[in-house]
């Protein structure tokens, strides 16, 4: 179905080649994952299978790639549209439309197909994905999983005999996420259709798909099977790190494989005592009886009730599913939420009352999107923009930056990076400024396990040594239980649950990390648990 020849690719001003004397082939009907860290190359990979590069991106490509056939290099992606369906990182670039219902129906449009036939296949796509209640809504007004269901439904629409999908779990609650895949995994099955994904959660894929495509990141690829790729790949999902802290003779990938080679281990097993960790009682962010309603939303109120405080020294984990109300609650405590009542306190200010200036000393906000705060022609020229709009000494934000990941070129416009390095460089225009409290809202979006441990670490020293707030909202359950102190539960608007990491998580089989699945009686729920058992019991 897809055949790479000899292929390699470089983008021009790019300081190292993306793609080197890359051979491979996709049967039909197989599920792919490609993997690789943040900014390896994964979205290339894509975007040459459907043509948009070169194409569209510019770019020296030689070899050749063929898709059902057909030549990439001959044909460009609207040539290609009927083969091939694709899901961007950032599904809102690609929404042309304004309805839930409009969007879907667009690419048959496009592709002259009869009205009757059209309707039958919405009807189809809306309930395959659970959206059915949102066809009448405003693309604007969905929460940002929903949106990616969207744009999903729209790629398959059409039918295609290639799906290509970047993140798409990105934005998704673990039940959305699973229902995503488990489709996805069964249009392969049933239909033949041939699926590739590129993803960063391993720990939500790896037990669908049939072989995994590892981006090394210094131009070459290497296929395999899923478990001989995983046996000494050094990206890991924690299952299988957990098996080789346990020296396990498999590698298992799934819970339910997990406990059938290691059937004994959780008896041997003690229950875990957390340390606890002291917390400054300075109260940086309080909200009380606090409701929130937009004009347009189908529900009276987005928040209802909203009750909770945030100490000094603290970081608050924000869950539950999409379309919760997570976005608006971390927009209502920088004054961007149209707040209907109630009372907002952020170190004795109003958030709402504060100019821009103020503002950024008290609370520093990475939206879903952080494009939105990227303003710069460079990554240099954002990282001195930003030095200067903080007040900092020149080169702060830019060590920040060298910190969390590797920077590619310094002269690389911020939107031509990968989704996860611009979430890495708006996260060090925020942290720069040395607000008291930072809200995250989805952090990990793009980004890879070690660019994750990077992050975990400088938000806990931020929070347990600089003794300032971190507020995060986040799908990504095991960020929550590498970094968490506390855990709030949203649902419909309204708080259901408030307590520890460990209580949250454990309480709750759709959200509990996968250490805490494989050892559900332990109260373990991250292999660094794991693995300071076992040093001390040595």
Request: aromatic share 4%; charged share 20%.
């Amino acid at each position: 179905m897809i055949t790479f020849s000899n292929v390699s690719l470089i983008y021009p001003n790019s300081e190292r080649t993306i793609v080197e004397s890359a051979s491979f082939s996709v049967n039909e009907g197989e599920f792919v994952l490609l993997m690789g860290h943040t900014g390896a190359g994964k979205s290339s990979v894509l975007k040459l299978i459907n043509g948009l590069v070169p194409h569209h991106t510019g770019g020296i490509l030689t070899g050749e790639i063929s898709v059902a056939g057909r030549s990439t290099r001959l044909l460009k992606p609207g040539e290609l549209a009927d083969v091939v369906g694709i899901v961007g990182q950032n599904p809102t670039n690609g929404f042309v439309s304004d309805i839930v219902e409009d969007e879907i129906a667009f690419g048959l449009e496009t592709l002259g197909i009869a009205p009757d036939v059209m309707r039958k296949r919405v009807e189809e796509v809306l309930d395959l994905l659970a959206l059915a209640s949102l066809r009448r809504r405003q693309i604007s007004e969905l929460s940002g999983g929903e949106q990616q269901r969207v744009a999903i439904a729209a790629a398959l629409v059409t039918n295609p005999k290639v799906l290509l999908l970047d993140e798409p779990t990105s934005a998704l609650d673990p039940i959305a996420a699973e229902d995503v895949l488990s489709i996805l995994h069964r249009l392969v099955h049933d239909l033949g259709l041939t699926v590739i994904v590129a993803e960063h959660r391993l720990e939500r894929v790896i037990q669908f798909v049939d072989r995994i495509i590892l981006v090394h990141g210094d131009g070459t690829l290497e296929l395999g099977s899923t478990t001989h790729i995983l046996q000494n790949s050094p990206i890991a999902p924690p299952l299988v790190e957990l098996a080789r802290t346990l020296q396990l003779p498999e590698i298992p990938l799934s819970i339910r494989e997990f406990r059938k080679i290691a059937p004994h281990l959780e008896n041997a097993m003690q229950a875990f005592q957390p340390n606890s960790v002291e917390k400054d009682n300075e109260k940086v962010l309080t909200m009380k009886k606090v409701f929130a309603s937009y004009q347009d939303a189908e529900r009276t109120y987005a928040l209802s009730d909203i009750n909770l405080t945030i100490n000094a020294g603290e970081i608050v984990a924000l869950m539950g599913r999409n379309g919760a109300g997570k976005t608006t609650l971390l927009k209502a405590a920088v004054g961007q939420a149209p707040i209907t009542s109630g009372e907002i306190d952020i170190s004795g200010k109003n958030p709402a009352r504060l100019n821009d200036q103020e503002l950024i000393s008290y609370v520093g906000y990475v939206p879903q999107e952080p494009t939105d705060l990227l303003y710069g022609h460079s990554i240099q020229e954002e990282c001195e923009l930003s030095d200067r709009d903080n007040a900092v000494l020149s080169g702060t934000t830019l060590k920040m930056y060298s910190e969390l990941m590797a920077i590619p070129s310094l002269k690389a416009h911020p939107r031509d990076i990968s989704e996860g390095q611009r979430l890495g460089l708006a996260l060090s225009i925020i942290l720069s400024a040395s607000p008291k409290i930072v809200i995250l809202d989805e952090p990990t979006r793009g980004l890879d396990y070690e660019a994750k441990k990077v992050l975990v670490a400088n938000l806990k020293r931020i929070a347990h040594q600089q003794q300032r707030s971190v507020f995060i909202s986040t799908h990504d359950v095991e960020l929550v239980a590498d970094v968490a102190d506390r855990v709030i539960f949203l649902a419909d608007g309204e708080v259901i649950a408030d307590g520890t990491t460990r209580q949250v998580l454990t309480a709750s089989p759709a959200f509990a990390p996968q250490v805490a699945k494989a050892l559900p009686h332990t109260q373990w729920l991250t292999v660094a648990e794991v693995e300071r058992h076992i040093h001390e019991v040595k």
